[in-house]
């Protein structure tokens, strides 16, 4: 056995068999790996306590490390690096259990397979996710497709934070369906940017009356629709589950080409897998993962952030997941990182860098199958303790996909109160919100978001038409030195509004926004509700639902300025303002280039009379703008190459360069 001051790299297996940790197979003279993660990092904080502090290696042997509870790692391990074995079989850490055992059975007369439920809270049957052959199953809905209607609400108060804890269904809207069925099940609605879900706690069926165990946290209305999940009587489709408490028995319905004999079947018991977490006087530091595959986890969570305070618990969060836990979390944590790695089938964000965190990593990392979005940052906001803040953290090279299949608000990246981080080079796609979002302050008070870098990522379907009020990048609040230059943003859909490209929100100030190609988006490519002094330039906005770019709220201040941009239209206006707007002058235009494919470009209508670009040149605005071609190589396809003799080249437009957008080559 070798002296413990010599050793730089430790082994583990998931054996459960503990040996010394200083071999990757079992010696005659008991070396051997470690049995479990826990033993390693054991290992390592008594060689820390006895002075001993060269880097170490912790590789993890193929195979499944299954959690009993969340991983934690506190500040007396420090330089270590934890990586897989065998890179090309990297060794998964998950909450789940294997469901094994499975019968062929029925459920409501539906052909399935059975197996025995495990007992998972409190000794009841609590099963939120399921996973299947590396696929999450999905619960019956009811109704199979579309919603139905509320007739009547708890509060009929019109303002925006104004909750109901019941809603009355239409007259036989909830026909077929049993009381005990519809106690059973969770009551889905989405509006306005958030969806918001929660368990019946009781149902009077002469009214269709449905009491909500969480009230609803934003008004409801007649006009909202919503659906049941986890309804017994709409089990019968292929890859559908049901746990049943009554037999003990998960119901599953078989894919094409599944087997029941090699059904690989999970059922997570929680949502954090790992946790880095220090204080404001001691940080976690120097803790790398390195190609490790992070999946199987649960999405229960607490949207009111208030641990175990079910009191004080909403059916969502007011934006975007926003208290949303990680599958790996960092908290009072400097300079570790997390690359290379996987984090799929999860329930909440993959990676949550809290309070009092700089230089975190998260690097070539692949997200897939999220319960929310991908990577939250949020530490003070601008009144709290200097130590709490959190900064200087990166994303970078990573794709985010297929995300917000719980909590449809989840964001891609979030950043919520930090500065000087960098979201650069990842993909961003299949969300049902928004890709990148940075800052967290409505309006002009103070924020601590600022110096933040969003640069090179391709976001792209976005929205889904589920829900509203969405940007590929969304900005909010004041963020002098922010800069968001070089995305390709496309395809956003909103469900009743807001599909943006590039959108900054309330009292977004001093943010540059440049050498960005929007295109396809359900309203606008470029979208601000109301700010100060941003500068939007050499850009290229092309094909808009509505109005190119817009300016909502009419302030007595300069509140944008759109220079040397391209903005190709295939028949819609190219601003959308207010008269005050345009009176005012309270924008900034000038050297942009306009195209439209459908005879003369509309720049913006007023009383009905289309204005023309020599209206704003009278203004004082579009001063070195032109009409014409910009001479796209396929703009059909989205190309928007340009040609050599361009006319955007006169007017000072730089080509954008695009080859490197989204994640670089390792």
């Given amino acids: 056995m070798r002296a413990f001051n010599s050793i730089c790299t430790y082994y583990v297996a998931p054996s459960g068999h503990n040996y010394t940790g200083q071999s990757p197979v079992v010696r005659p003279n008991g070396d051997g790996p470690f049995g479990s993660i826990h033993a390693a990092i054991e290992a390592i904080s008594e060689l820390r306590r006895s002075g001993i502090d060269q880097p170490i290696t912790v590789r993890l042997l193929p195979g499944e490390y299954q959690l009993d509870n969340t991983l934690e790692i506190g500040p007396t391990i420090t330089n270590v690096t934890f990586e897989s074995y065998d890179k090309c079989n990297p060794a998964l850490i998950t ?44 619960k019956p809905r009811f109704p199979a497709e579309g919603t139905l209607k509320m007739a009547d609400i708890e509060n009929h108060d019109r303002s925006l934070f104004a909750p109901s804890k019941w809603f009355e269904a239409e007259k036989s809207a909830l026909d077929g369906l049993s009381r005990e069925s519809i106690l059973a099940a969770d009551v889905r609605f989405n509006h306005f940017w958030i969806d918001e879900k929660t368990p019946v706690e009781a149902y009077d069926p002469e009214n269709c009356r449905i009491t909500l165990r969480y009230p609803s946290i934003f008004n409801l209305s007649t006009n909202f629709g919503f659906y049941l999940e986890n309804v017994a009587e709409a089990f019968g489709k292929k890859g559908e589950f049901y746990p049943d408490s009554e037999s003990g028995k998960l119901y599953y319905i078989l894919r094409d080409g599944e087997d029941k004999d090699t059904l690989d079947a999970r059922v997570p018991l929680f949502g954090t897998l790992l946790r880095l977490k220090g204080s404001p006087d001691n940080h976690v530091r ?3 993962f390195r190609c490790l595959k992070f999946a199987y986890t649960t999405s229960d969570y607490n949207p009111s952030g208030i641990h175990g305070d079910e009191s004080n618990r909403f059916a969502s969060d007011a934006q975007a997941a926003s208290n949303c836990p990680g599958t790996v979390e960092f908290e009072y944590a400097q300079n570790c990182a997390i690359a290379k790695s996987c984090i799929v089938n999860y329930g909440l964000y993959g990676v949550f860098i809290g309070k009092g965190c700089s230089e975190i990593r998260v690097a ?67 969300l049902f919100y928004t890709g990148i979002s940075c800052g967290w302050v409505w309006g002009y008070t103070p924020s601590v978001s600022r110096d ?28 002098p030195g922010t800069i968001v230059s070089g995305n390709i943003i496309h395809d956003i859909k909103s469900r009743d509004y807001g599909g943006w490209a590039l959108y900054t929100d309330e009292g977004s100030a001093y943010v540059t926004l440049e050498n960005n190609i929007c295109y396809n988006c359900s309203d606008n490519c470029y979208h601000q509700h109301y700010g ?10 092309a094909y808009a639902g509505q109005d190119l770019c817009r300016i909502s709220r009419f302030e007595r201040h300069l509140s944008i300025i759109f220079e040397q941009n391209i903005m190709l239209t295939n028949g819609c206006p190219i601003y959308g303002l207010s008269e005050r707007h345009f009176d005012c002058a309270t924008f900034g235009s000038g050297n942009n280039l306009i195209w439209s494919e459908k005879g003369e470009p509309v720049l913006f209508t007023r009383n009905g009379r289309k204005l023309s670009l020599d209206d704003f040149k009278a203004q004082g605005l579009e001063e070195g703008s032109l009409i014409a071609d910009p001479k796209f190589r396929d703009p059909a396809n989205y190309d928007f190459t340009l040609a050599a003799d361009s006319p955007a080249y006169s007017m000072g437009f730089c080509e954008i360069e695009t080859n490197d957008v989204g994640p670089r080559k390792a």
């Avoid at 940052?377 to 985010?400: K, L, P, Y």
């Avoid at 100060?532 to 906005?541: E, P, Q, Y």
């Fill in 532 to 541: 100060r002094m941003n500068v939007v330039r050499n850009n290229i906005f």
């Fill in 452 to 479: 933040n870098l969003i640069l090179k990522n391709h976001i792209f379907n976005l929205g889904q038409g589920e829900l509203s009020d969405m940007g590929g990048v969304y900005l909010l609040g004041a963020a």
């Fill in 95 to 138: 909450s789940a259990l294997k469901l094994e055992g499975w019968q062929d059975d029925s459920f409501n007369g539906i052909s399935c397979v059975s197996a025995e439920l495990p007992e998972l809270k409190d000794g009841k049957f609590c099963v939120r996710d399921f996973f299947v052959n590396g696929l999450r199953a999905a």
């Fill in 286 to 288: 120097n803790i790398r």
């Fill in 364 to 430: 070539r990392c692949y997200f897939f199958d999220g319960g929310a979005g991908g990577v939250r940052i949020n530490g003070a906001a601008s009144d709290g303790d200097e130590a709490d803040f959190t900064h200087d953290n990166t994303v970078a090279d990573c794709v985010i996909k297929h995300c917000g299949r719980v909590h449809m608000a989840g964001c891609g990246v979030i950043i919520m109160n930090g500065f000087n981080n960098r979201i650069v080079h990842n993909e961003i796609s299949d």
